[in-house]
C-alpha cells in the first residue's frame, strides 16, 4: 500500500508539473487579447496535440511523393476494402477489384447523375448505400456555378483528409522556427449556414459549415464563436471586418477567393466610418438589419475602443493603397484563390490594397475532395502538388475549351506532361469513385513523382452557339485585350450568355450576349464593339464563323454599377448557393439569370 501511495503521489507530481509547464508556456505565450478563455484553450490544445500528428504525417508524405502511384493504389484499395459491401460497391463488383489497374479497368467513368440513386437512398437514411465503414455526416452543397448545385457527401474521414492537407502544407510552406507559435486570431467572412435537412435528418448545406457548431474549430478566427450568428451576406460581411478590424494583432487574411476579398474591400471603403463608429462605442450600428437576438449576441463580445478606432480613422483617411499592411503589421499571409480565368479580373485589382504582402492560395480542390496543396511562396503562379493520400487522381486530356479530347482515357500521374490540360477525375473518401470533377487544370510541374497543377477554369463555362466552343479563357483574354484598348476605362464585373437566352432576340443567327459592368470611366457603343474584333482576331473558329454569317456580332450591353453584387444576392435568395462559395459564372445558363441583369440595363455613353 505505501508503494501504491508513493507511486500515485510521483504521478500527481508530474501531472502537477506539467500542468504548470503548460500554464506558464500559455500565460507567457504572445496571444490576441480578443481571445476569450474557451477559444484561447481550444487554440493552444489543438495546436498542442496537432504538432505531433502533423510531423508523423510529413514524415510519411514525403516517402509517398518518392512512390507516389502505390501510394494512390493503397488509397484506393482502402476505399474499396472499406466499401466493398455497400449497394454501390455491390453494383460495381468491388469484390473483384484488387489492384489499382483492376479498378481501372472495371469501374467506368463517372458523372454526378451516375449517384443520384445511391444519394436519394442514404438521405433517406439507407446510409449502406454509398457508404460502408465511415459516417456519413452531411451532404455539402457544390457552389453551382456551371448550373445546379450538387448534395456531395462527406464522411467521417473528412478529418483525416483536413490533417492530410496540413501536413503538406508544412511540407512546403514556411512555418515559424519556434515551437511557440503566437495565438494570434486570423480574418475571414463567416457566415452562418442556412441548414437544411434530409428526410432522415441529415443536414444539408455548405462544406465551410461542416465546424460551425464546433467552437474549438473556430477558434483563431477574430468573430467569436457565441457571435457567428448572421446569415445573410451584407451582414456578415460587416459583422467579420467589425470583429477583424478591432484586432491590430491579425495575423492572416483568408477570403477565399480573390472575388471575394475584392468585394470586402469595397465594402469597407464604403462603411469605414460605420465600422470605426462601432470599435469606439462598442455597440453594433442601429440600422444593420439583423434581429435582435442576433444584435444581443454580437453586441455582447463588443467593448468601447476609442483608441483603437482612433488609429483606424487615421488610417483610412489617408487612403486604401496598402490598407491591409498598414492596419494589420503582423499580417504574414493573406490567402485567396487568384488563378484561373474567373479570378483574372480581380487579381490586379486586390494587389493595390496589399503592399508589400502578397497573396497566396494555400490548397486546391472542391466540394468532392480537397487532394493539392500549394508548393510555391506567396506572389508566384500556383503549383499544387497532388498528395497521394488525399485523394486518388487521374486525370482526363481536354481541349483548350474543357471538351474532352476525341478517344481519350483518364490518366495516371506517370503519364501526364507538362504544360497540358486535365479535367481531375477523382475517388474520394466519401463514396466517389473515377468522378469527373468538372474543373480543367494545367500540369506545370512535377515533384518527386506527383504531379504539380494549376486550376484554369471549369469546363462548364463556354460558350457554343455553332459548335466553335469558345472556352472562358479565350473570351477572358479578347475582353482584357480590348479593355486595355478604352482609355480610361476600367470594367469590374462581366458575364455572358447565348442568344438563346436572350428574351429579346435579335432575329438571324445566334450570337453571344456580353453583360459588363465598368469600375470607371464610360464606354461607347463602337468601343464595345471592340470585344468581337479582338476575339475575331485571336480565335480563329469563331472568325471563320463570323465571315460566314454563322454566328452573328455580339450584343453587349452595360448594366448599372451594383448590378453583379445584387445578383450575388438574388443567387443567394433564390438558390442553395452560400456566401463564401460563390464565384461569379462567367456564362449565364438560365434565363431567369439573364432577365435579372437586363433589368439593369444602361445606355451607353
Known amino acids: ?99 489499382l489497374a483492376d479498378f481501372r479497368r472495371l469501374h467506368p467513368v463517372t458523372t454526378y447523375s451516375d449517384y443520384t440513386e445511391y444519394l436519394e437512398r442514404a438521405e433517406n437514411g439507407d446510409v449502406g448505400a454509398i457508404l460502408g465503414k465511415s459516417k456519413l455526416l452531411l451532404m455539402a452543397c457544390s457552389s453551382g456555378t456551371t448550373g445546379k448545385s450538387k448534395h456531395i457527401p462527406i464522411s467521417s474521414g473528412f478529418s483525416a483528409v483536413m490533417l492530410q492537407m496540413h501536413a503538406a502544407l508544412c511540407v512546403f510552406q514556411p512555418r515559424p522556427q519556434t515551437v511557440r507559435v503566437p495565438l494570434y486570431k486570423e480574418m475571414a467572412l463567416l457566415c452562418k449556414p442556412r441548414w437544411r435537412y434530409t428526410p432522415s435528418g441529415l443536414p444539408i448545406g455548405p462544406l465551410s459549415g461542416i465546424y460551425s457548431k464546433k467552437p474549438h474549430m473556430l ?135 496589399l503592399g508589400h504582402l502578397k497573396p497566396i492560395s494555400f490548397v486546391y480542390g472542391s466540394s468532392e475532395a480537397f487532394f493539392a496543396v500549394n508548393t510555391r511562396p506567396a506572389g508566384a503562379d500556383p503549383a499544387y502538388v497532388v498528395v497521394p493520400t488525399m485523394a486518388l487522381v487521374e486525370f482526363l486530356p481536354v481541349d483548350d475549351a474543357g471538351a474532352p479530347l476525341d478517344g481519350a482515357e483518364p490518366l495516371l500521374a506517370d503519364q501526364l506532361k507538362v504544360g497540358s490540360l486535365y479535367e481531375p477525375v477523382i475517388t474520394n473518401n466519401a463514396g466517389f469513385y473515377r468522378y469527373r470533377q468538372g474543373d480543367v487544370v494545367k500540369v506545370v510541374d512535377f515533384y518527386h513523382q506527383a504531379p504539380c497543377i494549376d486550376f484554369q477554369f471549369r469546363a462548364g463555362q463556354m460558350l457554343n452557339v455553332h459548335m466553335e466552343k469558345l472556352s472562358e479563357e479565350a473570351f477572358m483574354t479578347a475582353l482584357q485585350t480590348a479593355a486595355g484598348r478604352w482609355s480610361g476605362v476600367s470594367v469590374r464585373e462581366v458575364t455572358s450568355a447565348e442568344s438563346v437566352l436572350d428574351p429579346s432576340p435579335q432575329p438571324g443567327a445566334p450570337y453571344y450576349l456580353v453583360l459588363l459592368e465598368l469600375e470607371k470611366g464610360q464606354l461607347s457603343a463602337q468601343q464595345a464593339e471592340t470585344i468581337d474584333e479582338v476575339l475575331r482576331e485571336q480565335h480563329y473558329v469563331y472568325k471563320s464563323f ?50 435579372f441583369f437586363l433589368q439593369h440595363v444602361t445606355p451607353f455613353q
Open 219 to 353: 477558434a483563431q478566427y477574430a468573430t467569436p464563436f457565441g457571435a457567428h450568428v448572421v446569415d445573410t451576406e451584407t451582414e456578415a460581411i460587416y459583422t467579420s471586418l467589425l470583429f477583424g478590424l478591432r484586432d491590430p494583432d491579425l495575423c492572416r487574411v483568408d477570403f477565399g477567393f480573390a472575388s471575394t476579398f475584392y468585394n470586402v474591400m469595397q465594402f469597407l471603403e464604403s462603411h469605414w466610418r460605420d465600422l470605426v463608429g462601432d470599435i469606439r462605442s462598442g455597440r453594433l450600428k442601429e440600422s444593420l438589419n439583423v434581429t435582435e437576438e442576433q444584435r444581443r449576441a454580437i453586441n455582447k463580445h463588443l467593448v468601447p475602443d476609442p483608441q483603437r478606432a482612433h488609429q483606424l480613422e487615421v488610417q483610412f483617411e489617408k487612403g486604401f493603397t496598402a490598407i491591409i499592411p498598414r492596419i494589420f503589421p503582423k499580417v504574414n499571409s493573406v490567402s485567396m484563390l487568384h488563378s484561373g480565368t474567373s479570378m483574372s479580373l480581380y487579381k490586379s485589382k486586390c494587389l493595390p490594397y
Open 1 to 99: 500500500m505505501e508503494i501504491l501511495c508513493t507511486l500515485a503521489a510521483w504521478c500527481l507530481a508530474v501531472v502537477l508539473g506539467i500542468v504548470l509547464v503548460l500554464a506558464v508556456d500559455l500565460y507567457t505565450r504572445p496571444k490576441s487579447r480578443f481571445h476569450t478563455t474557451s477559444s484561447l484553450l481550444y487554440a493552444y490544445i489543438l495546436g498542442l496535440i496537432t504538432v505531433p500528428i502533423v510531423n508523423i504525417n510529413i514524415r510519411r508524405l514525403r516517402k509517398q511523393f518518392d512512390n507516389f502511384i502505390q501510394a494512390q493504389e493503397q488509397f484506393l484499395l482502402r476505399q474499396i476494402r472499406d466499401n466493398e459491401n455497400t449497394q454501390y460497391g455491390r453494383d460495381h463488383q468491388f469484390g473483384r477489384i484488387h489492384s
Open 546 to 595: 463570323r465571315d460566314k454569317g454563322s454566328i452573328a456580332p455580339m450584343k453587349v450591353r452595360l448594366v448599372e454599377p451594383g448590378t453583379f453584387q445584387q445578383f450575388r444576392q438574388f443567387q443567394f435568395d433564390t438558390t442553395s448557393a452560400f456566401v463564401t462559395q460563390f464565384k461569379q459564372p462567367r456564362v449565364l445558363r438560365t434565363q431567369r439569370q439573364v432577365e
